[in-house]
């Protein structure tokens, strides 16, 4: 995993920290891949995580130990890249076991003729209007971090099981090549889409350094998908995405999020006095609360008993968090804008009469099916999996940081209630008959359990488990 559990949460970090649980007869390690080293632990984890190995990027790998024949290792480096810039998945075999444990190909590759020439060569056709010192300097950081996963050995283990491409992705295939296991990966959302999203935005990347930057996160994704005997996205959409990039289509398949579908069908629905819209998510941007507040003022401007609460951690990212606090009292929503911290959902469920997502990014949002089966409607944007889920209802799906389509669904919900009684039976019968999470995670443990039996024994050197 990659900047996620069990440091950071989160949807894909719950999901998870539940797998994990719900597979008690099945040990794990947690092979992360951090940016500091002595996070705080968020989750508590579970008896059945037997080991937890943490690689810290920013940290220099040292090793006394260099390949037999440096050279011909960096002459090999050098020539998968002109099939990686132009979309080919290059194999990675034989690099890969050239490399040492704790061993980083970049000091050696930098100081020897094809790499320095390859560095040139790329910063003359690619980026001839900017510095150089400024490519070099992108150019090291990138292959600093791949070269540093690739010299870091991932715990033994049966079966490997990264849940993103980029560098987990990288990881995991690296432990494949080196011990010949099965590699299962899940996308939760696209990685590489993710971060060209977050590039793009980035007002320091200039130049040849967003292109390479982009081109990079491509192929660790096309890398990932060339070495994983199984890959798994959570809608159709995403699993065509996957195949356009270069999965191979017999080894996709979907399987789809899932929730405790008793622990949230029980809530007691109770109404309360006002007209209540939550959002439940982290106060970070890529949640977009700023647009769930401009959505709170346009809606109750049309309703004026409106109470909105903002339900989940605000301590991620405290200068946007200030941000959202800021414009709340400028909006002049104070009285009716609230911010609850961590919190138990289900208390929140029982009472509000819509469920509002704003978010730019998102995959197959548990929160949606969460509402749906405690019986509430939802309004959200048009991210991901939310435009199924929402049964491709433009009455209720918006776009990205548009308040007023959020606020209109929002009014629509209050102007017919039994209209959406009969809406909201429908949304919970399906999440009961189709997103049950005992039987997704039941899924993956008949799959982990498949892809063990299939493969050569593990040669035991110590304790191992399902990484």
């Known amino acids: 995993m990659e900047g996620s559990y069990p440091y950071i949460t989160g949807g894909v970090s719950a999901w998870v920290h539940q797998l994990i649980l719900y597979l008690q007869d099945i040990n794990f390690v947690l092979y992360t891949i951090s940016p500091a080293r002595?996070?705080?632990?968020?989750?508590?984890?579970?008896?059945?995580?037997?080991?937890?190995?943490?690689?810290?990027?920013?940290?220099?790998?040292?090793?006394?130990?260099?390949?037999?024949?440096?050279?011909?290792?960096?002459?090999?480096?050098?020539?998968?890249?002109?099939?990686?810039?132009?979309?080919?998945?290059p194999e990675l075999d034989k690099i890969v076991?050239?490399?040492?444990?704790?061993?980083?190909?970049?000091?050696?590759?930098?100081?020897?003729?094809?790499?320095?020439?390859?560095?040139?060569?790329?910063?003359?056709?690619?980026?001839?209007?900017?510095?150089?010192?400024?490519?070099?300097?992108?150019?090291?950081?990138?292959?600093?971090m791949m070269f540093a996963i690739l010299g870091n050995a991932a715990p033994e283990a049966d079966l490997y099981h990264p849940v993103s491409t980029g560098?987990?992705?990288?990881?995991?295939?690296?432990?494949?090549?080196?011990?010949?296991?099965?590699?299962?990966?899940?996308e939760h959302g696209l990685y590489h889409k993710e971060r060209e999203m977050e590039i793009r935005k980035a007002q320091f990347v200039r130049g040849y350094q967003r292109d390479m930057w982009i081109g990079i996160y491509n192929s660790l994704s096309r890398l990932s998908y060339r070495y994983a005997d199984l890959i798994i996205?959570?809608?159709?959409?995403?699993?065509?995405?996957?195949?356009?990039?270069?999965?191979?289509?017999?080894?996709t398949r979907v399987i789809p999020n899932g929730i405790d579908v008793p622990f949230y069908s029980q809530v007691s629905r109770q109404k309360k006095d006002g007209f209540h819209v939550g959002l439940v998510g982290r106060?970070?941007?890529?949640?977009?609360?700023?647009?769930?507040?401009?959505?709170?003022?346009?809606?109750?401007?049309?309703?004026?008993?409106?109470?909105?609460?903002?339900?989940?951690?605000?301590?991620?990212?405290?200068?946007?968090?200030?941000?959202?606090?800021?414009?709340?009292?400028?909006?002049?929503?104070?009285d009716r804008f609230h911010f609850t911290g961590r919190q138990d959902v289900r208390e929140y469920y029982s009472f509000l009469d819509v469920l509002l997502l704003t978010s730019v990014r998102e995959a197959q949002p548990l929160v949606i099916l969460e509402a749906y089966c405690a019986g509430l409607p939802v309004v959200a944007t048009r991210v991901g999996?939310?435009?199924?889920?929402?049964?491709?209802?433009?009455?209720?799906?918006?776009?990205?940081?548009?308040?007023?389509?959020l606020a209109a669904g929002v009014k629509y919900i209050h102007d017919h209630p039994e209209e959406m009684d009969t809406i909201v039976e429908k949304n919970r019968e399906r999440v009961i008959r189709f997103y049950d999470r005992d039987k997704v995670f039941q899924t993956y443990g008949d799959l982990y359990r498949q892809y063990i039996n299939s493969a050569e024994p593990a040669v035991q050197t110590g304790e191992s488990g399902v990484g």
């Not at 059945?48 to 090999?76: F, K, Q, W, Y």
């Not at 560098?167 to 899940?186: E, M, N, Q, S």
């Open 38 to 89: 002595d996070q705080p632990l968020r989750y508590e984890l579970p008896g059945n995580v037997v080991g937890h190995s943490d690689m810290v990027l920013s940290e220099p790998t040292r090793s006394r130990h260099r390949p037999a024949n440096v050279r011909a290792l960096i002459d090999e480096i050098a020539a998968i890249h002109d099939p990686l810039f132009e979309g080919v998945a």
């Open 97 to 144: 076991r050239q490399i040492p444990t704790g061993y980083s190909v970049y000091a050696d590759g930098i100081k020897s003729d094809a790499g320095w020439r390859l560095l040139t060569t790329q910063n003359q056709k690619k980026n001839p209007a900017y510095p150089f010192s400024d490519y070099f300097w992108a150019w090291k950081s990138a292959h600093d």
């Open 167 to 186: 560098y987990a992705g990288l990881a995991a295939l690296a432990a494949k090549i080196r011990t010949g296991k099965p590699l299962i990966l899940t």
């Open 233 to 251: 996205a959570l809608f159709e959409q995403n699993r065509r995405l996957q195949i356009e990039l270069g999965a191979p289509g017999e080894k």
């Open 283 to 334: 106060v970070v941007p890529i949640k977009d609360i700023k647009t769930f507040i401009s959505m709170a003022k346009i809606a109750s401007e049309s309703i004026p008993e409106a109470v909105f609460h903002c339900i989940g951690p605000t301590d991620e990212d405290t200068g946007y968090f200030e941000d959202c606090q800021i414009l709340v009292d400028s909006l002049k929503l104070t």
């Open 385 to 405: 999996n939310v435009a199924e889920l929402l049964d491709y209802d433009e009455r209720f799906i918006a776009s990205s940081k548009d308040p007023e389509k």
